[in-house]
């Protein structure tokens, strides 16, 4: 069971935005530590879409934004579209397990 | 652009040694934080560890007992051994260059562990 606890799933329609939550602790997220989310197409590697909370990688699309307050970071993709069907991870450190520390991951639908 | 790519037996029987090596091309191992991450079906996305090119080393205390991370900085490798392995170690393994975050990953490579 992951430290980071996010939803299985989200969907939505072209166009729409969805959010896909990460809920942690005070050993985590609620410390000092940065959130980080990766986007996982089918039978690819993790790609860092987002990092240090909500900045973005030369070449990820400002359709992508991230957030992050209290025990929680958020992932927000707006203007959904059928390339963003995948699974998305959030990332962090636990001070606790002495380990970087990812979620269980969402699968974002496309409907 | 900074690539990555692991090699390494696909198949390892129970009790024996898993080793791989990731290959960095395009940039200097020199200078940079270098992990291991597995995924596997029950257990998500998992860090094993990361090495730096003085060969200091971190691992995730779940798996520090078994497991061992080394660089070679005049190949520009660094390499992963995971010792006593059962079927629970089955998974794809990822190298990735790590600074607090995973920045850039390698394709990964399926490691089974059978008999």
């Known amino acids: 069971q992951s430290v980071l606890t996010q939803p299985p799933s989200v969907s939505g329609a072209p166009g729409q935005r969805v959010t896909i939550s990460c809920t942690g602790s005070s050993s985590n997220i609620g410390a000092v530590y940065d959130v980080h989310w990766y986007q996982q197409l089918p039978g690819t590697a993790p790609k860092l879409l987002i990092y240090?909370?909500?900045n973005r990688p030369s070449g990820v699309p400002d359709r992508f934004s991230g957030s992050k307050s209290g025990t929680s970071a958020s992932l927000a993709i707006t203007g959904l579209q059928a390339e963003d069907e995948a699974d998305y991870y959030c990332?962090?450190?636990?001070?606790?397990?002495?380990?970087?520390?990812f979620g269980a991951g969402t699968k974002v639908t496309v409907l | 652009q900074v690539q990555l790519q692991e090699s390494g037996p696909g198949l390892v029987r129970p009790s024996e040694t898993l080793s791989l090596t990731c290959s960095v091309s395009g940039g200097s191992i020199s200078g940079h934080y270098w992990s291991w991450v597995r995924q596997s079906p029950g257990k998500g996305l998992e860090w094993i560890g990361f090495i730096y090119d003085n060969g200091y080393t971190n691992y995730n205390p779940s798996l520090e007992s078994r497991v061992t991370i080394s660089v070679d900085t005049s190949k520009n490798q660094f390499s992963l051994e995971v010792r006593s392995v059962t079927a629970a170690d089955t998974a794809v393994y990822y190298c990735a260059r790590q600074p607090g975050y995973f920045d850039h990953w390698g394709q990964g490579t399926l490691v089974t562990v059978s008999s």
């Open positions: 240090g909370n909500n």
């Open positions: 990332q962090s450190y636990d001070s606790s397990l002495s380990a970087y520390v």
